[in-house]
């Protein structure tokens, strides 16, 4: 899944899903950022206009149809999201406008969001972490605005052929895999195989190799 935008101004949104070689464009227009899940599924998009407040338009079907986002006042000029789309990240720029510019935070695809004001501060650009636990800020003029969450990944089990397969998405801060055949506070050891990054979905992957016996397996911070 890609996402284009032509250099003019307002901006018309073209997506492809096939690397590039074929393109159409999007049912949403004037737009001036858009942010996309590591799957292609949802995407945010941010309207060029400023002035009154941008509007910002939310996909859950890789980009086929759109909806704008009308609840809790959200306006954007700026956006970005998690590799699962859950998490996002929206940013107001009223420069000069004589309003605030707040910033907004939806961790269930846009369902709810929360904010913050800033008096004096706008936002030119944000970014969000794989796992949407780290959250970016740039103002205008200078500086960069950080919100650390505590991150709580997810691990992910599968059998494949013999073997078995873990994985979670890359956290913003270090996990290690650990195991134990019992549930004992003393009996757990780091997990040897090293984690693999899967650059496609932006997950970690442990292949344990004919397990045998049970074991149980958790991620632990540093």
């Given at each position: 899944m890609m996402v284009g935008l032509d250099a003019a101004n307002p901006a018309p949104l073209a997506i492809s899903t096939n690397w590039g070689m074929n393109w159409q464009d999007a049912t949403v227009a004037g737009v001036y950022c858009v942010g996309c899940s590591a799957d292609g599924a949802t995407?945010?998009?941010?309207?060029?206009?400023?002035?009154?407040?941008?509007p910002v338009f939310i996909s859950k079907d890789s980009g086929v149809s759109w909806?704008?986002?009308t609840n809790s006042g959200?306006?954007?000029?700026t956006a970005a999201n998690s590799s699962d789309g859950k998490t996002i990240i929206a940013a107001e720029n009223a420069t000069g406008l004589g309003r605030e510019s707040?910033?907004?935070?939806?961790?269930?695809?846009a369902a709810n969001w929360?904010?913050?004001?800033f008096q004096n501060i706008s936002?030119?650009?944000v970014a969000c972490s794989a796992d949407g636990s780290t959250l970016l800020a740039a103002a205008s003029g200078g500086g960069i605005y950080k919100l650390q969450i505590t991150p709580a990944p997810i691990l992910s089990s599968v059998v494949v052929g013999t073997n078995l397969l873990l994985s979670w998405t890359v956290p913003s801060m270090s996990f290690?895999?650990?195991?134990?055949?019992?549930?004992?506070?003393?009996?757990?050891q780091a997990v040897a195989v090293e984690p693999v990054l899967d650059y496609s979905n932006l997950e970690y992957q442990v292949t344990i190799p004919n397990p045998q016996g049970i074991m149980f397996y958790r991620l632990v911070s540093q």
């Open positions: 995407m945010i998009a941010t309207s060029f206009r400023r002035n009154p407040a941008s909806t704008q986002v959200v306006a954007a000029y707040p910033i907004f935070v939806s961790h269930d695809s929360s904010s913050n004001s936002w030119v650009s290690i895999l650990e195991q134990s055949p019992i549930l004992s506070p003393g009996s757990w």
